[in-house]
C-alpha cells in the first residue's frame, strides 16, 4: 500500500454516503457530517470531523463530496476554513443546528414544531440554492439576503437558539470589533425585531413575506413594475391598450395610463416592441399603499370601423375609436408587500368586452370590479414586482429591470416629496361626460371630441397632448365614439404638456363631430359645436382643480375656429362676461361674434395641474412675483402663515429663493429682515411637521446645492440675537418658541451663506463673524441664566434645539472655543434645574461629531462626569423615570464614543471615568432589583468601563484608595456584584454573546484583583479572611456558570464559543488554584466552607481541570488532620455536597476514577494518611455510586427504579450514621409514593422518621423542620399525617397503634384531654372499619431481573413485589416491561443459566407467589374473627411460596393424584411487606418437595375450608345468592369432574400403597379423618341451603339430599362419625356458629398443608400424646369448647357470645404461645437510628436462591386445624388486626385459596380416635436434589 500524503487542494469536505466503520483507526461518519481531510492514499482520506476534533481516523474518498477552502496561518497553526460566502455559511451551520433539533422535535412527537420547521428548512434551502448560483442582481440578492437573515432569527427564537446578532447590512457582528454598548444595543434592537416578527407570525400576517412589507412600509416613495407578457383577444382590428392604476373607492385612476397599441395581427403595432413592453408606475407613497384597495386596469379600444358586424368594410368609415372592453386585477396585496412579487411569476388580467356598442368603458369598469365574470381565455399575461424607491434610485438598484428603454408612468399628481430639481408643467385632462341633443337628427348623435392646444392668434401647440406614457407626442386628441348615446360618459385622461412660457397665451379648444359608420357621409358631416377653457386665469393663477362646466357654442364650423370670434366669450357655464357685463343663461342664444350657446348641450372636462411653477393661491403667487407689486410686499408676507402647506412646500424652493432675495436686495435696512426671518421661521416649522416631514431632505438639498444668499447670515443673526435677548429679559417675543425649535436649519442657513460669502471674498470678516457668533452664543447663556418665569419654557427648548446646530458651526469655528462656549452655557443654569433638559441637551452633544476630538473632551467630559455622579447614585433607588433612563444613556454614547478607534487619546477620559463613576455605577448595580427597568443598561455602562481599562488604568485606581479597609471594601462589593451577575445574568438567555463578552471582562478583572490581594493581603498581618472567601465564591461561582457548561452546547455553538473566547473554566481554574497554594498557614480559615465550591469546580468535566483540582481536595485533609489530627469536618462537608451537586448533574462515573485513583496515589505518598485515605475514598465512591444511580434513574420513567435507588441511599446515610440525609431522602420517598397513591409505603417510609424522634421537649435535628419547636411537637405532626396515610391505606391495624400511643401522650404525658377524645373516636372509627369494610388481598408476584443490561440495582436479583387491589399479573407483567421496553419475557419460572445472566441485554421473568401467613402471639388460642385474621395473611409476611405439580413415576391416566408430586420454591425477602416500598429483594430460596399423599390431604383440608367458609357467610349474610353455595355442595356431593375423594381412596386406601409406603401411615390418618370431618360440614351446608333455596331450585335440593345420604352412609361406614359442636344461641355472645355436636377427635395437622395457614416442612413432632392414649375430657359449659394445651391437657375455652340476628362471623381457636421476655439495655442515639426499622440487617447466613417457579392455578378447600401443632414464633409486632375471621393453625401454611374471597373459617377440634395418631407432624419434606431450580 502506498503512503499516506498530505493533501494540498482536498482539504474540506462534506459527508454524502453514510460509512460505518469497520476498523478501530477508520471514521464513521453520517450524511452531513463535514470533515478536515489531512491525509489521502489510494481513495481514502484521513482526518477529523469538525464538530468533534477527538474523532479522527480514515474513510473512502468517494462519500466526501469536496469544497473550496481558505486556509489562515494563526501562528504556526492553519486554520482551514470553507471558501464559501459568508451567509451560505451562515445558512448552511443553521441548517445542520435546526436539523438536529427537528430529529429530537419528531422523537419527541411535536408535531406542529416539526412542521413549522420543516418549512423554515425547505425555505432555507432554496434560498442557499439561489445564493451558491452566483446569478443573482444586486438588488435581488440584497432583497434574498435580508429574507435568510430574518428567516433564521425567526427560527433561531422559535426553537430557544441563541440570538444572532447583525451590523445594519445584515452580517454577524463581531463582538471583537464593536464596542460593548453598540453590542449591547445590537442585542436589543435584533431582539426587539425579532418579537415583532412573532408578533405577525400570532396575528396571522402573511409571515413569510412580513420584512419586504416593513421595508416597503419605512421608503417613502415606491414604484410598480409591469412587464406585459402578451394580449389575447379576437378583435380583428388594431387596438390601444390604456393601463393604469385605479382605485375602486374613489373610482377615479391614480397614475397616468400606459399606452400599448395592439395590431390587429396579435402582435404589437411596433413589432420592435415585442417582449420590451415594459413600464413602472412610480411616484407612489404611504398615502397610496394605504388605500383599502388598488387596482391595475386596462381599458381596451378598438381602431377601425363603427361596427365590426359591417360587411363591405371598404365603404365604412375607419380610424374611429370604439370601446372594446377592460380588464381587472387586484393588487392591493402585492403592492403592499403582503405578498412577495416575483420577476418570472406570470400574472392572467382576463378580459372583459362590452355588452353593447354603448356601453361605456368606466362603467363597465365598475361593474367587473364589483361581480366578476369568466373571460372565455381572452386576457393579459403580465410579470409585476414592487421596487423600492423614486425613479433615479430603482434605476440604480434595479437596472436589469427599469433599464432606458422602460416607460415610466408617473402618478396623477405630486408624489409625497417634491425634490428641488423636479420641474413638473403637466396638466392631465378628463373629458368627463357630455350632453347633446339630436336637434333634427331621427337618432342620438355619435359624438367625437376633438380637443387641439391652440395659442391666443388660434394656433395649433405641435405635440403637446400626450395620451399615455410610451407613446408620441399629438397634435390633437380625438375621443372614444359611442354609438348614439345622448350622455356620453367618456372619462379619457391625457395629459396637456406645455412649457411654462407659454402658458399664459394657451388655451384648450374642443370641437364636437357626429361621426357616421358610412364613409360617405362621414365626410359631408361638420363641427356640430365647440367649447375652450384659458389654463391660466387673468390674476396669475392657474386653472383650479376639479370639474369644469363647459359652456358648448354653435355657430358656422369656420366661426367656431375663429380664435377672435370665442376667446373673449366666458368658457365656463359658473363664469359671466365681466367685461361685457353681460350674463351668460342657458335660455341665451346669441353671445356675438357669430357663436351661439347650446342651450340644449353642455359638456363637462375635469383638470389636475402638477407644475412647480404655477400655483392656484394668489397670495403665494403675489409673494412669488414680488417685484411685481412691492407695495404689497408686507401684506404678502403676512399672508404666507395663512396659505396651505401643501401649496407651500410644493414651491419650496421657489418661495425660499424669493424669500432670501427680499432679504439681499434690502440688505441695507432692516424693513423686512423680521418679516423674512418669521416667513422662514413658518416655513421650516411646517416641514418639522410630521406631515411634511419628508421634506427636510429637500430643504437640506436647497441648502446645499440653491442657496445664494452671500450676506443672510449677517441678518439672521442680528434677528435671532434680538428674539433672545428680549426673551431673557422676561420680554413677551411671541415667535420665540418656533425660532428655538427652527435653531438646527437658521443655523444652517447661517453656515452656508458665511462659507459662500468667505469663499467669494477669500475669508474676509471672519474675526467679526466668530465675534458676532460669539455673542449671540452669550445672550443664550444670559438666557440660561434668567430668573423669570416667563423664560422657563424657553430654557427647555434652547437645552432640547442648540445641540443640533453643533454640526454646522464647528465647520466654520473653533472647535476649541465652541466647547468652552458649551460648558459656559451649561455652567450657567442652577444647579438643580432642569435636570432631565440637560442631560438629553448633552446626550446630543456626545453624539456630535464636537465630542470627538480630544481637546474638546477635555473640556467637557468633566462637566458632564459631575452631572452623571450625581444622577447615578439614584437611579437604583427609585422606581426607573424618564431621567434616569437619559442619564445611563449620557453615559452609554460617551463610552461608545471613547471606545473608538478614530477619537484620539482616550486614556486620561477613561480613567476619569474610572475614578469619578466605575464604584458609584457599581453600587447602584447592587442596590437594583435585578427586574428594574434600566438593570441591563447599567450593568453593560459597567462592563463597557471594565472593557476600556488597561493595566495602567487598574494599578492607578486601585492606589485611589487612601487605606486598605477602603480598597478591601470596594473589593469584596465588586466580587459580590460579579457574583451576583454571574448567578443571575440580567441580560436574556439567548443574548450569548453579549454574556461571553461579560464574562471575559470579569475574568480579566477577577485576575487583575487577585495580583491585588496577592500583593497587599496575603501575609498574615494583612490577611483578610472575608475577603479571600469572597474571592474563592466568585471564582467558583464564575466557573460553574451555565454559559461556560461547554458540554450541554450543541456542537456548533461549543465550538464557535472555543474558536471565539477560548474556554475561560480552565484559566480560572488554574487561577483558583494557584491562589489556594499561596494561603499557606491561612488554608485552615476556608475548611469545611470551602469545600462545597472547589467540589463544584471539579465536578466539571474537563479532565485537565480536574487532575489540577481535585488535589486541592488532599491539601484541605493534611491541613485539617494537622491542625485537628482527623478530617472530619472535610468529610462531612463533602458528603453533604457531595449528594447535592450530584444530585444537580454534576459528576460522572470518570469523575468518581479520577477522584480514586489520584486520591490514594496522594495517599501512598503519605503513608500517615493512607488507612484513612483508604477508608475516606471508599465511603466517596460507595457514595457517588448510589448518587450517579439515583440521578440515572431520576429522569426515567420507571417510578420504582427511582424508589429503589431513593431507598439505596438512605440505607447507606443510615449505615454511615448521617441522620439529616436519611430524613431527607426519606421525604423524597414519601413524595414519590404519594405521586402514585402509594399511601400505605408513604406511611412506613414517615414511620421511620418518627421512630428517630423521642417523646421529650428537646429540639428536632433541623430546628425549622415544619416550624416545629421541639421532637414532641414534631413527633405528633408526623403521627397525624402517618394515621391520614394509612388510613387511606386500609391500613387501619397500624393506625391504631400508633392512635393508642398518641393517647397514651395526651393522657398521662401532656394531660390533653380534648385531643385524646379526638384520638380515641378515631380509633373507634378505625375498628368498625376493620369489621365493616371490604379490604380485598393484593396479589404477590416474584420478579427476575437477569443480564447485565440492567443497572447494578437490579441486575441479576428476583425481588418480590406486592401488587396493587385487583390488579392482574398480565396488567403487573405489562407495565414492568413498559419500563423495560427493550425487556425479553422469559416465560419459564426456571431459574436461567449463566449465558443469560451475562448477556448485555436484559430479560424478565414474572409469575405469582403466594404469601405465608405468620399469626401474631396475642391472636394465638383465641376465638378471632376472619376479618381480622384475614388481614395477616396478606400482610406482615415475608415469606412467599410457589407450587409446582411435577409426575413422577408411572402415571395412571384415569387417577393422576398417585403420581402428582408437588415443588414448591419458599421466598424470604429482606424486610416484610408491605414495608417502605411495594417490592423488596429475595434474600433466600428454598426448595420442598411434596408427595401426591401429602397434597391430597392439603387439597382435601382446603376444600373443607371452603365448605366452612362459605357456610358462615351465608349465615352472617340472608342477602347473599344461594347459587354459589349450590354449586360448591353439588360439585362435591355429585362429584362429574375430578370424582370426588373416590379418586383418593383408589390412589391411597389399598393394601399395595400400605404395604409400599409404611412411612405414610400417619397421613393416611389423617386423610381418612378429613374425609370424614367433610361430613358433618356437608350436611350443615345442604341444610343450610334447604332453608333457603327457590322452590323452583326444590329438585335440585332434593337430589343434592339424596346423594348427601349415600355418601353421608359410605363415609361414616368407612371412616366413622364426626359430629359439629352445638352452640346455645341463646346465651352466646359470639355470632352463631354452624358447631351443632362435638366429638372428641383431633384432626390431623396435615390438614392445614396447603392452606393459608402454614405449610408442614418441620420435623418436631406436633403432638406429644402416644397413638392410642385416652384423652381426658373437661366437663364445658355452654359455649365453650375443649382443645389441646401444650401439655397435652384438655382446657376449657370460652366462646364469645353474640345477639341474635347480628351478622354472622366465625371464630377461632389459637393455643398460646409463651414468649420469654429477657430484659434489654436502652440503645444509644446511634443504636436507635439504626434499629426498629423494617430497613434493619436481614437474618445472616441465609443465602439468596435465584430461583423461580411458574405461576399456576391452585384448588382452593378448606382446612381444620389441631390446636397443639408446632408453632414458629412470630417476632414482628402483634398489633395489626384485618377484616375477615378465619380458624388458624399454629404453624404458617401456604395460601392457595381463591385470593378473592371474603374470609375463610379455621375451626380447631380433637377427635378421640385420632388423637393417637398426631404423634408428630407432617415430617421432614426435605429439598430433592433433582428438583427444578431456576
Same mark, same amino acid.
Given at each position: ?1745 435465584? !430461583?423461580?417457579? $411458574? +405461576?399456576?392455578?391452585? *384448588?382452593?378447600? /378448606?382446612?381444620? @386445624?389441631?390446636?397443639?401443632?408446632? =408453632? %414458629? ?23 392457595? !385459596?381463591?385470593? $378473592? +374471597?371474603?374470609?375463610? *373459617?379455621?375451626? /380447631?377440634?380433637? @377427635?378421640?380416635?385420632?388423637?393417637? =395418631? %398426631? ?16
Amino acid at each position: 500500500m502506498a503512503p499516506w500524503t498530505q493533501t494540498t487542494s482536498e482539504r474540506y469536505g462534506v459527508v454524502k454516503w453514510n460509512f460505518k466503520a469497520n476498523h478501530e483507526k477508520q471514521l464513521s461518519l453520517e450524511v452531513g457530517d463535514t470533515v478536515h481531510i489531512q491525509l489521502a492514499c489510494e481513495g481514502w482520506y484521513k482526518g477529523y470531523l469538525v464538530k468533534n476534533k477527538t474523532k479522527e481516523g480514515a474513510f473512502p474518498a468517494s462519500i466526501i463530496e469536496l469544497k473550496e477552502v481558505i486556509v489562515e496561518k494563526r501562528g504556526d497553526e492553519e486554520v482551514v476554513l470553507s471558501g464559501e460566502l459568508p451567509l451560505v455559511k451562515e445558512v448552511t451551520t443553521t441548517l445542520r443546528e435546526w436539523g438536529s433539533i427537528w430529529k429530537q422535535l419528531f422523537v419527541a412527537n411535536k408535531k406542529e414544531r416539526v412542521t413549522q420547521v420543516q418549512r423554515l428548512m425547505w425555505d432555507l434551502m432554496e434560498w442557499r440554492s439561489q445564493l451558491l448560483s452566483g446569478t443573482l442582481p444586486s438588488d435581488e440578492f440584497k432583497e434574498l439576503k435580508q429574507k435568510v437573515t430574518s428567516k433564521i432569527d425567526y427560527g433561531n427564537r422559535i426553537l430557544e437558539l441563541d440570538l444572532v446578532v447583525r451590523d445594519a447590512d445584515g452580517n454577524i457582528l463581531d463582538p471583537d470589533q464593536a464596542s460593548v454598548i453598540s453590542l449591547f444595543r445590537a442585542h436589543e434592537n435584533t431582539s426587539s425585531k425579532i418579537t415583532e416578527r412573532i408578533k405577525e407570525e400570532q396575528s396571522n400576517t402573511q409571515t413569510d413575506h412580513s420584512g419586504i412589507s416593513a421595508r416597503i412600509q419605512s421608503s417613502p416613495t415606491h414604484s410598480l413594475f409591469v412587464f406585459v407578457r402578451n394580449f389575447v383577444c379576437r378583435i380583428g382590428e388594431d387596438s390601444e391598450l390604456f393601463m393604469s392604476l385605479y382605485d375602486p373607492q374613489k373610482q377615479a385612476i391614480i397614475s397616468e395610463n400606459y399606452l400599448v397599441r395592439w395590431g390587429s395581427g396579435g402582435f404589437p403595432a411596433d413589432i420592435e416592441m415585442l417582449n420590451n413592453l415594459k413600464v413602472v408606475f412610480t411616484d407612489l407613497g404611504n398615502k397610496d399603499l394605504n388605500r383599502e384597495k388598488i387596482y391595475l386596469i386596462c381599458q381596451i379600444v378598438r381602431v377601425g370601423r363603427m361596427d365590426l358586424k359591417e360587411t363591405h368594410p371598404k365603404k365604412c368609415t375607419l380610424g374611429l375609436r370604439r370601446p372594446c372592453g377592460v380588464a381587472v386585477m387586484d393588487i392591493s396585496d402585492i403592492i403592499k408587500g403582503k405578498y412577495e412579487s416575483e420577476e418570472e411569476k406570470q400574472y392572467f388580467i382576463p378580459f372583459h368586452p362590452v355588452a353593447a356598442e354603448n356601453d361605456f368603458l368606466h362603467t363597465l369598469l365598475n361593474k367587473v370590479i364589483a361581480s366578476r365574470g369568466d373571460s372565455g381565455g381572452q386576457g393579459l399575461w403580465v410579470t409585476m414586482k414592487v421596487l423600492v424607491g423614486d425613479i433615479v434610485q430603482i434605476r440604480k438598484d434595479y437596472p436589469h429591470l427599469v433599464d432606458r428603454n422602460t416607460v415610466v408612468a408617473r402618478k396623477l399628481g405630486f408624489p409625497e416629496i417634491i425634490m428641488p430639481g423636479d420641474v413638473r408643467n403637466d396638466i392631465y385632462l378628463t373629458l368627463v361626460g357630455g350632453d347633446f341633443d339630436k336637434y333634427n337628427k331621427t337618432t342620438q348623435k355619435n359624438v367625437e371630441v376633438i380637443m387641439w392646444v391652440c395659442d391666443e392668434e388660434g394656433k395649433v401647440m405641435p405635440n403637446s397632448i400626450c395620451l399615455g406614457a410610451g407613446d408620441k407626442p399629438l397634435n390633437e386628441y380625438k375621443s372614444v365614439i359611442y354609438y348614439q348615446v345622448k350622455q356620453p360618459r367618456w372619462m379619457e385622461t391625457f395629459k396637456v404638456s406645455i412649457p411654462l412660457e407659454e402658458m399664459q397665451r394657451i388655451h384648450l379648444r374642443f370641437m364636437f363631430r357626429h361621426r357616421s359608420s358610412q364613409e360617405s357621409k362621414d365626410k359631408s358631416e361638420k363641427n356640430f359645436a365647440m367649447a375652450f377653457v384659458r389654463l391660466m386665469k387673468e390674476d396669475g393663477t392657474v386653472l383650479q382643480d376639479g370639474p369644469h362646466d363647459l359652456v358648448v357654442f354653435k355657430g358656422d364650423s369656420k366661426r367656431m375656429e375663429d380664435v377672435s370670434s370665442y376667446l373673449s366669450l366666458p368658457s365656463s357655464r359658473s363664469h359671466s362676461d365681466v367685461h361685457k357685463g353681460a350674463t351668460l343663461m342657458r335660455s341665451s342664444s346669441s353671445v356675438g361674434g357669430g357663436l351661439s350657446v347650446s342651450s340644449r348641450d353642455a359638456f363637462t372636462i375635469s383638470t389636475l395641474v402638477c407644475s412647480t411653477k404655477l400655483t392656484q393661491n394668489v397670495g403665494l403667487l403675489g409673494l412669488l412675483k414680488w417685484r411685481t407689486r412691492p407695495e404689497l410686499l408686507k401684506e404678502n408676507l403676512e399672508k404666507l402663515k395663512i396659505i396651505d402647506g401643501e401649496e407651500i412646500v410644493k414651491f419650496l424652493q421657489d418661495t425660499l429663493d424669493a424669500l432670501f432675495n427680499i432679504m439681499m436686495e434690502h440688505s441695507r435696512t432692516d424693513d423686512y429682515d423680521i418679516l423674512v426671518f418669521d416667513a422662514l421661521i413658518y416655513i421650516i416649522a411646517l416641514i418639522a411637521d410630521r406631515k411634511f416631514q419628508h421634506f427636510n431632505t429637500v430643504l437640506e438639498a436647497y441648502i446645499k446645492q440653491h442657496f445664494s444668499a452671500t450676506l443672510a447670515y449677517k441678518k439672521l443673526m442680528s434677528v435671532l440675537k434680538k428674539y433672545i435677548e428680549l426673551t431673557s429679559q422676561g420680554e413677551q417675543c411671541e415667535p420665540i418658541i418656533r425660532t428655538l425649535k427652527a435653531l438646527e436649519y437658521i443655523f444652517k442657513f447661517i453656515v452656508r451663506s458665511r462659507m459662500l460669502y468667505s469663499q467669494l471674498y477669500e475669508g474676509k470678516e471672519q474675526g467679526e463673524f466668530e465675534d458676532s457668533l460669539q455673542s449671540l452664543f452669550e445672550t443664550f447663556n444670559r438666557l440660561m441664566k434668567s430668573e423669570y418665569k416667563t423664560t422657563a419654557l424657553q430654557q427647555v427648548a434652547a437645552l432640547k434645539y442648540l445641540p443640533s446646530v453643533l454640526h454646522d458651526v464647528e465647520t466654520v469655528f473653533d472647535a476649541r472655543l465652541l466647547s468652552q462656549l458649551l460648558y459656559d452655557f451649561y455652567i450657567c443654569i442652577p444647579k438643580g434645574n432642569l435636570q432631565k433638559q440637560k442631560v438629553v441637551s448633552m446626550t446630543e452633544i456626545v453624539s456630535s461629531k464636537l465630542f470627538q476630538r480630544q481637546e474638546c473632551r477635555d473640556i467637557l467630559l468633566p462637566m458632564m462626569l459631575q452631572e452623571l455622579s450625581d444622577a447615578l447614585e439614584q437611579v437604583g433607588c427609585v422606581s426607573p423615570s424618564d431621567e434616569h433612563r437619559d442619564s445611563v444613556e449620557l453615559l452609554n454614547k460617551i463610552l461608545e464614543v471613547l471606545s473608538r478607534n478614530n477619537v484620539g487619546d482616550t486614556f486620561q477620559h477613561v480613567q476619569a471615568i474610572v475614578a469619578s463613576l466605575l464604584r458609584t455605577i457599581n453600587r447602584t448595580v447592587i442596590s437594583m432589583d435585578r427586574e428594574h427597568a434600566l438593570i441591563s443598561r447599567v450593568v453593560a455602562c459597567m462592563t463597557a468601563i471594565l472593557s476600556q481599562m488597561d493595566d495602567h488604568h487598574y494599578s492607578r485606581y486601585i492606589e485611589t484608595f487612601s487605606g486598605t479597609s477602603d480598597l478591601v471594601d470596594f473589593l469584596m462589593e465588586t466580587f459580590m456584584l460579579f457574583k451576583d451577575l454571574i448567578g443571575k445574568h440580567v441580560y436574556p438567555s439567548d443574548w450569548v454573546a453579549m454574556i461571553m463578552v461579560q464574562n471575559r471582562v470579569f475574568l480579566r478583572a477577577i485576575n487583575t484583583f487577585a495580583d491585588t490581594m496577592n500583593r497587599k493581603f496575603l501575609d498574615n498581618n494583612n490577611f483578610e479572611v472575608q475577603l479571600w472567601n469572597n474571592y474563592f465564591h466568585l471564582a467558583v461561582a464564575f466557573i460553574t456558570q451555565e454559559s461556560l457548561q461547554l458540554q450541554h452546547f450543541s456542537p456548533t455553538k461549543r465550538n464557535k464559543i472555543l474558536a471565539k473566547y477560548g474556554d475561560m473554566r480552565r484559566l480560572i481554574g488554574f487561577a483558583i488554584r494557584d491562589m489556594w497554594y499561596k494561603l499557606g498557614q491561612n488554608k485552615i480559615c476556608f475548611i469545611p466552607g470551602m469545600v462545597g465550591p472547589i467540589l463544584e469546580m471539579t465536578l466539571i468535566p474537563e479532565e485537565e481541570l480536574r487532575r489540577a483540582t481535585i488535589p486541592i481536595f488532599f491539601d484541605m485533609m493534611q491541613c485539617e488532620y494537622r491542625h485537628a489530627k482527623n478530617f472530619k469536618k472535610f468529610e462531612n462537608e463533602i458528603i453533604l455536597k457531595l449528594d447535592h451537586e450530584v444530585e444537580g448533574g454534576g459528576g460522572d462515573e470518570r469523575y468518581m476514577e479520577l477522584l480514586q485513583a489520584i486520591m490514594l496515589d496522594l495517599g501512598e505518598r503519605n503513608p500517615h494518611l493512607l488507612s484513612e485515605m483508604k477508608l475516606f475514598v471508599s465511603l466517596v465512591t460507595g457514595l457517588l455510586e448510589r448518587l450517579l444511580d439515583y440521578r440515572a434513574v431520576r429522569s426515567d420513567d420507571s417510578r420504582n427504579n427511582k424508589m429503589s435507588c431513593t431507598v439505596n441511599l438512605l440505607n447507606f446515610y443510615k449505615d454511615i450514621n448521617r441522620e439529616a440525609m436519611y430524613i431527607r431522602y426519606l421525604y423524597k420517598l414519601r413524595d414519590l409514593h404519594l405521586d402514585v397513591e402509594n399511601f400505605t409505603e408513604a406511611a412506613y417510609t414517615l414511620l421511620l422518621h418518627s421512630k428517630l424522634l423521642k417523646w421529650s421537649d428537646d429540639p428536632p435535628l433541623q430546628l425549622d423542620f415544619q416550624g416545629c419547636q421541639s421532637q414532641r411537637q414534631l413527633k405528633e405532626n408526623l403521627y397525624d399525617t402517618i394515621i391520614g396515610y394509612f388510613d387511606k391505606g386500609k391500613m387501619w391495624e397500624e393506625a391504631i397503634t400508633l392512635c393508642k400511643e398518641l393517647a397514651e401522650q395526651y393522657e398521662i404525658e401532656v394531660f390533653d384531654y380534648e385531643l385524646l377524645s379526638q384520638s380515641l373516636k378515631q380509633q373507634a372509627r378505625f375498628y368498625e372499619n376493620i369489621m365493616k369494610i371490604l379490604r380485598p388481598k393484593p396479589d404477590y408476584f416474584a420478579v427476575g431481573y437477569y443480564g447485565c443490561g440492567y443497572p447494578l440495582f437490579l441486575r441479576n436479583k428476583v425481588f418480590i413485589h406486592r401488587g396493587k387491589e385487583y390488579e392482574r399479573r398480565e396488567d403487573f407483567q405489562n407495565q414492568l416491561l413498559s419500563q423495560f421496553p427493550s425487556a425479553i419475557r422469559l416465560n419459564t419460572t426456571h431459574m436461567p443459566d449463566d449465558t443469560i445472566k451475562n448477556s448485555s441485554s436484559q430479560y424478565i421473568q414474572c409469575f405469582t407467589v403466594q404469601p405465608i401467613l405468620e399469626i401474631p402471639l396475642r391472636l394465638k388460642n383465641k376465638p378471632v374473627p376472619d376479618q381480622i385474621i384475614n388481614f395477616y395473611k396478606s400482610n406482615y409476611v415475608q415469606r412467599f411460596h410457589y407450587s409446582r405439580p411435577v409426575m413422577k413415576g408411572t402415571v395412571d391416566k384415569s387417577n393422576e393424584f398417585a403420581s402428582m408430586w408437588i415443588e414448591r420454591t419458599t421466598f424470604s425477602t429482606a424486610y416484610k411487606l408491605p414495608g417502605i416500598l411495594r417490592w423488596f429483594e429475595v434474600t433466600s430460596m428454598t426448595h420442598a418437595t411434596i408427595s401426591p399423599l401429602e397434597n391430597a390431604i392439603e387439597t382435601m383440608g382446603n376444600t373443607n375450608e371452603k365448605i366452612l367458609t362459605m357456610i358462615n357467610q351465608y349465615q352472617g349474610d340472608e342477602s347473599l345468592p344461594i347459587n354459589p353455595l349450590s354449586m360448591l355442595l353439588n360439585g362435591i356431593v355429585d362429584p362429574a369432574v375430578m370424582g370426588g375423594f373416590a379418586k383418593y381412596e383408589k390412589a391411597f386406601f389399598t393394601e399395595e400403597y400400605t404395604q409400599s409406603h409404611p412411612q405414610d401411615k400417619d397421613n393416611l390418618a389423617r386423610l381418612k379423618d378429613l374425609i370424614a370431618w367433610q361430613v358433618p360440614l356437608l350436611g350443615r351446608g345442604i341444610s343450610l341451603h334447604g332453608k333457603r333455596v327457590m322452590e323452583d331450585l326444590r329438585p335440585f335440593h332434593d337430589r343434592m339430599e339424596e346423594c348427601f345420604k349415600q355418601l353421608k352412609k359410605k363415609v361414616e361406614m368407612e371412616y366413622g362419625v364426626r359430629e359439629l359442636p352445638d352452640m346455645d344461641e341463646r346465651k352466646s355472645t359470639r355470632p352463631r356458629s354452624v358447631m351443632r355436636s362435638y366429638r372428641q377427635s383431633i384432626i390431623s395437622i396435615s390438614s392445614l398443608a396447603g392452606s393459608e395457614c402454614g405449610t408442614p416442612t418441620k420435623t418436631q413432632p406436633d403432638s406429644s400424646f402416644p397413638p392410642d392414649s385416652p384423652t381426658p375430657t373437661l366437663q364445658r359449659s355452654s359455649g365453650s369448647i375443649s382443645v389441646i394445651d401444650e401439655g397435652g391437657n384438655e382446657v376449657e375455652v370460652r366462646l364469645r357470645k353474640s345477639k341474635r340476628k347480628k351478622k354472622r362471623s366465625s371464630m377461632i381457636f389459637i393455643s398460646e404461645e409463651k414468649e420469654k421476655a429477657s430484659d434489654s439495655k436502652r440503645l444509644s442515639k446511634k443504636q436507635e437510628f439504626r434499629s426498629d426499622t423494617n430497613l434493619s440487617e436481614p437474618n445472616q447466613g441465609v443465602g439468596l436462591a435465584s !430461583t423461580n417457579s $411458574r +405461576s399456576m392455578p391452585t *384448588i382452593t378447600g /378448606l382446612s381444620l @386445624s389441631v390446636a397443639n401443632g408446632g =408453632e %414458629e414464633v412470630e417476632s414482628a409486632r402483634s398489633r395489626r388486626d384485618s377484616k375477615s375471621m378465619s380458624v388458624c393453625g399454629t404453624l404458617p401454611s401456604d395460601r392457595t !385459596t381463591d385470593r $378473592r +374471597s371474603k374470609g375463610v *373459617i379455621n375451626l /380447631l377440634f380433637k @377427635s378421640k380416635s385420632s388423637r393417637s =395418631e %398426631e404423634g408428630r407432624s407432617t415430617g421432614d419434606l426435605t429439598t430433592d436434589k433433582d428438583s427444578n431450580h431456576f
